[in-house]
């Protein structure tokens, strides 16, 4: 059965909450990070090292490490055995800890495509669907959230060597994906694109426009912010490359930081790495165009294609 909890519920009293999270439909990365930080204060309450948990649990530091940044599922005789050690009594706490521990290995919507997601995605297909905020820049193709599913297509079909059959289940993917935009409590996306993505043709005139006419009609909406980077811009803040940086719901996980690259994604996770991106981002919303800007560029260009 699914667990509906309330991401104030699993981290505990004082955090800002978000409303009720479906954490079986959002997949096993949010629960993850949420006990993973929760076991990480514990831990550090009792001055616990990380060698010494890993010991109470038959397994090595490293493995602590990523079970506390929710990199991977968790045992629930693990939790239960990291409980004890932490001296947490409460009956209440231990039970929704360890029902966060049995969730975090329950697989999201997406598995039903786990033959065209590789094991790097997942970690971002389930902070992308409980995300409260997206922020990205793209700087060779339209955001996939954003696209329409003629241009899926056709970008996808330029991709690594795949049948057909494989190119539609990657398309129906990434249409499936963009329904976070249209539930009750969206996030707010805010993207980023470059001049360049926008004039990249994936096919005939006619594709690009229609493209263009979804990018002005989703731009309406009042959770998406839009900005285009003009080439008149010249070299800009991130200029290296495309960067999404994810918000987990609730107010105690940090940003998440995700540079997809042609055969994985990397996930920066120092602080002073996060912060870095973030700073990058800022600065890039401050040389583009503003939201209206953007639009009057788009219906240019639209015009011209």
């Not at 629960?31 to 397994?59: C, F, V």
């Not at 426009?209 to 989703?218: A, I, M, P, S, W």
Request: charged share 25%.
């Amino acid at each position: 059965m699914g667990l509906n909890l309330s991401v104030s519920d699993a981290v505990g009293s004082g955090t800002r909450t978000t409303g009720d999270i479906d954490l079986q439909q959002s997949g096993p990365t949010v629960p993850r990070m949420i006990l993973g930080a929760r076991l990480r204060r514990l831990r550090e309450a009792r001055g616990i090292t990380g060698a010494e948990a890993g010991h109470r649990i038959r397994a090595s530091h490293s493995k602590i490490s990523r079970l506390e940044m929710g990199r991977t599922g968790f045992k629930t005789r693990d939790v239960a055995d990291l409980l004890t050690l932490y001296g947490v009594t409460d009956e209440s706490e231990r039970a929704t800890l360890l029902a966060l521990a049995r969730q975090s290995n329950t697989p999201g919507w997406w598995h039903v495509y786990h033959d065209v997601v590789p094991s790097w995605l997942n970690v971002y297909l389930g902070l992308e669907q409980t995300a409260v905020v997206i922020r990205g820049y793209e700087l060779q193709f339209v955001p996939g959230l954003l696209q329409t599913e003629e241009y899926a297509r056709a970008l996808l079909t330029f991709g690594p060597d795949d049948t057909r059959d494989r190119i539609e289940r990657r398309v129906a993917l990434r249409m499936a994906r963009q329904r976070i935009l249209h539930r009750p409590q969206p996030p707010h996306l805010w993207v980023v694109i470059d001049e360049a993505a926008l004039r990249r043709s994936m096919g005939d005139a006619g594709l690009m426009r229609r493209q263009l006419d979804h990018l002005l009609n989703v731009s309406e909406m009042p959770h998406v912010t839009i900005q285009v980077v003009p080439f008149t811009v010249g070299g800009h803040a991130a200029i290296c490359g495309p960067i999404t940086v994810l918000r987990p719901p609730g107010g105690e996980l940090p940003d998440v930081v995700y540079l997809e690259q042609l055969t994985g994604g990397v996930y920066p996770d120092k602080p002073s790495e996060i912060e870095q991106y973030r700073h990058t981002m800022n600065r890039l919303v401050v040389e583009a165009e503003a939201p209206a800007a953007t639009r009057d560029f788009l219906y240019r260009l639209r015009r011209d294609t």
